[in-house]
T-cell receptor, first 114, second 113 residues
């Protein structure tokens, strides 16, 4: 059974650019959540998608957005990149979301903004 | 109070000892609790889940949940150097029909050979 696939693994962008990250969940999983991980803040929740609908959103500025497609694959986009956006972005796949179910994480995308 | 807090750490134990990792949570978190292990440079991996008061054992790992005191803990028996990692506690935060997992900042465990 294939795991959660995130692409790309590494990205280097300059301030002001935008970036799109991709996540393919485990087959049959309909919930995809995105987290930002930094050494100082730990894992911070960005948003969750379920059946193409954003079901929950964290406290991040509007520059962070996402979407989910009918095949459950999800993308997140960060516009007007800032140095502080440098982080590991993790996608988590679940059958039906955080209530009662654990998440399976992808390997992450390491974003560096210079 | 933060939703999920892990205040102690880093933790260092000798090989073969019991490692005890603790986590507290606020009223905004309920229902389900999880422990994840994250090796350096890797993504978090689910190792234990617990939903009701009491203990749950899986091999060398025991998760404990005390809803009255709002804490959840993870015990690792016969600790091995391969257990050296950061351990993340997570709980379900439920708002209406929506839920998400909220994570603590993690405790770094080092097992000395």
């Amino acid at each position: 059974k294939a795991g959660v696939t995130q692409t790309p693994r590494y990205l280097i962008k300059t301030r002001g650019q935008q970036v799109t990250l991709s996540c393919s969940p485990i087959s049959g999983h309909r919930s995809v959540s995105w987290y930002q991980q930094t050494p100082g803040q730990g894992l911070q929740f960005l948003f969750e998608y379920f059946s193409e609908t954003q079901r929950n959103k964290g406290n991040f500025p509007g520059r962070f957005s996402g979407r989910q497609f009918s095949n459950s694959r999800s993308e997140m986009n960060v516009s007007t990149l800032e140095l502080g956006d440098s982080a590991l972005y993790l996608c988590a796949s679940s059958l039906a979301g955080g209530q009662g179910y654990g998440y399976t994480f992808g390997s992450g995308t390491r974003l560096t903004v210079v | 109070q933060k939703e999920v807090e892990q205040n102690s750490g880093p933790l260092s134990v000798p090989e073969g000892a019991i490692a005890s990792l603790n986590c507290t949570y606020s009223d905004r978190v309920s229902q389900s609790f999880f422990w994840y292990r994250q090796y350096s440079g890797k993504s978090p991996e689910l190792i234990m889940s617990i939903y009701s008061n009491g203990d749950k054992e899986d091999g060398r790992f025991t998760a404990q949940l005390n809803k009255a005191s709002q804490y959840v803990s993870l015990l690792i028996r016969d600790s091995q150097p391969s257990d050296s990692a950061t351990y993340l506690c997570a709980g379900s935060s439920i708002t209406g029909a929506n839920s998400k997992l909220t994570f603590g900042k993690g405790i770094t465990l080092s097992v000395r050979p």
